[in-house]
């Protein structure tokens, strides 16, 4: 089956840095989405990864490995407003999208 | 105006009465759709539909049913709402992925989203 893990929260101050882990177990591989979701809004796109390395997009980085099943999004400088979940997506090759739980990322003065 | 449109926005329902979620979208893109959330469970996929003539069950069928209209219409519907139906809903739209002469991602375009709450 499908399955894609993250943490459920992690908590961090204005400025850090955090790292959000994503693992995932899927049969069929064609991309990972890293999406933003603000509480009771529509995700939003951040970042995509298909092939192994970092991607880097301002603020947000994210990691890819495929044979490990890993992926990582970095978000540096934080600012109070990136307190949200941030969704962690499987691309399947058949065209679905497998999402994690979410991560709910706490930032604090 | 959003590219994908979602209505209603709120809605409160009795069990049983029958339910329908409707988005529309102006990417112009062929494959959509219908998902629920649910505190701690993500987003699950309950239809989709890669073309008009196309429709998909996903992994949480059950209760639900759909109709694409039209290229830019797919509808959502609950026959017999019940309380466990209370979720966010999201539709979504993807265009097909490209890699090559024209980078095209295929990521998911989201609506604003439909609360529904059954009583």
């Known amino acids: 089956g499908q399955n894609i893990d993250q943490p459920t929260e992690m908590t961090a101050t204005e400025g850090a840095i955090v790292q959000i882990n994503c693992t995932y177990q899927?049969?069929?591989?064609?991309?990972l989405f890293w999406y933003q979701q603000h509480a009771g809004e529509a995700p939003t796109f951040l970042s995509y990864?298909?092939?192994?390395g970092l991607e880097e997009k301002g603020r947000f980085s994210s990691f890819l490995s495929r044979s490990k099943g890993y992926s990582y999004l970095l978000l540096k400088e934080l600012q109070m407003k990136d307190s949200a979940s941030y969704l962690c997506?499987?691309?399947?090759?058949?065209?679905?999208?497998?999402f994690g739980a979410g991560t709910q990322v706490v930032v604090t003065p | 105006d959003a590219d994908v449109t979602q209505t209603p926005r709120n809605r409160i329902t009795k069990t049983g009465k029958r339910i329908m979620l409707e988005c529309s979208q102006t990417?112009?893109?062929?494959?959509m759709y219908w998902y629920r959330q649910d505190p701690g469970l993500g987003l699950r996929l309950i239809y989709y539909?890669?073309?008009?003539?196309?429709?998909n069950k996903g992994e949480i069928s059950d209760g639900y049913s759909v109709s694409r209209q039209a290229q830019a219409k797919f509808s959502l519907s609950l026959e017999s709402a019940i309380p466990n139906q209370t979720a966010l809903y999201f539709c979504?739209?993807?265009?097909?992925?490209?890699?090559?002469?024209?980078?095209?991602?295929?990521?998911?375009?989201f609506g604003e989203g439909s609360r529904l709450t059954v009583l």
């Open positions: 990864n298909v092939l192994d």
């Open positions: 990417k112009g893109h062929d494959r």
């Open positions: 539909s890669f073309d008009v003539k196309d429709i």
């Open positions: 997506a499987v691309h399947l090759s058949w065209g679905k999208f497998q």
């Open positions: 979504a739209t993807s265009d097909l992925p490209r890699l090559t002469g024209g980078w095209n991602t295929g990521e998911l375009f």
């Open positions: 899927t049969s069929g591989f064609n991309g």
